[in-house]
């Protein structure tokens, strides 16, 4: 009985931790020669004209334009009437294998040694394919890119870059993140690169 309960604890508590959020990592750079806010109009455009109006570029266009207006700025009615023009790109990749040795996970198998070895053996050598504690997931990078400009001269004031990896392709998890560390302490100082961390959301 002490063993199943042991066994059943020892369960309980990985798909605790697995269930355990994540924070979300990027690394930001940003080169910016931005004026102080003085409410200041923008509009926010896709840099693929393809995107431009979309129902999905829209949506993550809206948490670029939440934080403009929090840093000071106005909303624009038009682009012909803005100030500033805030420029947007985004993508994910198509990820790559990353394959990870797990030393507590214990494997099965049959051979040599102690019964509190971890690792598998064939006729007295280490066979990977018989290791359990060898597994393998998907990473995937993602980019933000943020230029913001003056409408009537052109001229760049503000360029940004905000890279992750996750293990989520999902760019309706993705994007919110990546605006939300390209905003922290913006418009950073010129020139930087530093990493900002984004904490999971509650459960």
Request: hydrophobic fraction near 40%; glycine fraction near 8%.
């Amino acid at each position: 009985m002490m063993k199943k309960s042991l066994f059943f604890a020892a369960g309980a508590a990985l798909l605790a931790l697995s269930a355990c959020a994540t924070p979300f990592n990027a690394r930001v750079s940003r080169f910016s020669q931005m004026e102080a806010p003085a409410g200041q109009t923008f509009v926010v455009q896709s840099r693929d004209p393809r995107l431009q109006g979309g129902l999905e570029f829209n949506h993550y266009a809206g948490f670029v334009a939440a934080n403009m207006v929090r840093e000071g700025y106005r909303p624009a009615t038009s682009a012909a009437t803005a100030d500033l023009i805030v420029n947007m790109a985004y993508n994910v990749d198509t990820g790559r294998e990353k394959v990870v040795s797990d030393p507590f996970r214990g494997g099965y198998g049959y051979g040599f040694g102690s019964p509190w070895q971890r690792r598998s053996y064939f006729y007295g050598f280490h066979d990977p394919f018989f290791d359990n504690n060898v597994s393998s997931y998907t990473l995937y990078t993602s980019e933000l890119d943020l230029d913001i400009e003056r409408r009537l001269t052109g001229e760049r004031l503000f360029e940004g870059t905000a890279r992750a990896q996750s293990r989520t392709d999902r760019l309706q998890q993705i994007v919110p993140n990546l605006v939300e560390a390209m905003f922290t302490g913006f418009p950073g100082n010129s020139g930087e690169t530093i990493k900002i961390t984004i904490a999971p959301e509650p459960r």
